[in-house]
């Protein structure tokens, strides 16, 4: 997913989490073709088709929207995995009805929202994500003097690994995400080397590895994200994010932006998608509530359909609100 896109297209590294995971919730609701949003020509069973972001709090989106629909609405849903400006081209071409939580795609957004009209706005999903530099609390309290970026310097012998040789290592997720960290070390002029994990799960990995040890790191981190409840972790102010400062992709020397997360429909499906149409523009939660389902299913293993079950069983009074009206 690697493009020369500003940081509003920063999905935030949050990765293929867990590939068991990913293939327990394709597992939930299967990921045949089928006519999405519309009757199947076979036993006109109502079908609507989700994307399924690499990231578990995403992940958490699908799982609870794909139960709901399924137990209380009789759709069936098939969800299929894929990078995030793949998954805004199937939209437009109706394979796919709904992306529950995107990150800002302003270049996808004028394509096919403002030109093509082939995509309609969904709503706010509720939840707010926010990319930036990390370091572990405990590191933090020894240096407090480390969140600012301008002292991140004198910390960068303390940031080395072997992979980032005579400079500090700042640690990334997968290659494929959206980030300006190169040109903010290049323009800030910081001791620093980004070192990709290849994806979130190895990143969680060695995140953990680190606070095992009480060693020091740095990283590019996001919330929300299901393991701040377990690594408590402290941002590193960068320059102040100001509207256009990461327009030029080379020139970015400036913090990530806060992002409200959005959903995104097929012109057709929101137009004629029926209940599910309504529902998934109902559908709206928490920072916390998606950090619940996330973390059932990243740190307790459960498959992404029983964390849903388990969610949806304990806040009937949140999702009741979802659900169309007979």
């Known amino acids: 997913m690697r493009m020369n896109m500003n940081s509003r297209n920063a999905r935030i590294a949050r990765t293929a989490t867990a590939s068991a995971a990913v293939l327990g919730l394709l597992a939930l609701s299967g990921c045949g073709a089928a006519k999405t949003g519309k009757s199947d020509e076979a036993g006109d069973k109502k079908t609507v088709k989700l994307t399924v972001p690499s990231w578990v709090g995403?992940?958490?989106?699908?799982?609870?929207?794909?139960y709901l629909l399924e137990k209380e609405l009789g759709y069936t849903v098939k969800t299929q995995q894929m990078g995030e400006v793949l998954a805004w081209d199937a939209l437009s071409k109706g394979d796919i009805d709904g992306i529950l939580e995107d990150w800002g795609h302003p270049k996808e957004e004028k394509q096919y929202v403002d030109t093509k009209k082939t995509v309609v706005?969904?709503?706010?999903?509720?939840?707010?994500?926010?990319?930036?530099?990390?370091?572990?609390?405990?590191?933090?309290?020894?240096?407090?003097?480390?969140?600012?970026?301008k002292n991140l310097n004198k910390y960068a012998d303390e940031f080395k690994t072997a992979e980032s040789g005579d400079k500090?290592?700042?640690?990334?997720?997968?290659?494929?995400?959206?980030?300006?960290?190169?040109?903010?070390?290049?323009?800030?002029?910081?001791?620093?080397?980004?070192?990709?994990s290849g994806s979130e799960a190895s990143q969680i990995t060695a995140m953990k590895k680190?606070?095992?040890?009480?060693?020091?790191?740095?990283?590019?981190?996001?919330?929300?994200?299901?393991?701040?409840?377990?690594?408590?972790m402290v941002e590193v102010k960068l320059p102040e994010y100001k509207e256009g400062c990461d327009a030029d992709p080379k020139k970015v020397a400036c913090a990530y932006p806060n992002t409200p997360l959005q959903k995104f429909f097929n012109a057709d499906f929101a137009k004629n998608g029926g209940k599910a149409a309504e529902f998934l523009k109902n559908f709206k939660w928490t920072t916390e509530q998606q950090n619940e389902v996330a973390l059932m299913i990243a740190d307790e293993k459960l498959s992404p359909e029983a964390a849903a079950e388990k969610w949806v069983k304990a806040n009937e009074s949140t999702w009741k609100t979802w659900i169309p009206k007979k």
């Open 58 to 66: 995403a992940q958490a989106n699908t799982a609870v929207a794909a």
């Open 121 to 149: 706005k969904g709503g706010d999903l509720g939840v707010t994500g926010h990319i930036g530099w990390f370091v572990p609390k405990y590191f933090a309290d020894k240096r407090p003097d480390v969140t600012d970026w």
């Open 210 to 232: 680190y606070a095992k040890a009480k060693k020091p790191f740095l990283t590019y981190w996001w919330t929300p994200q299901w393991l701040n409840a377990e690594i408590d």
């Open 168 to 196: 500090g290592e700042i640690l990334e997720g997968s290659p494929d995400y959206v980030t300006n960290d190169d040109a903010i070390i290049k323009n800030l002029k910081l001791n620093l080397k980004t070192n990709y």
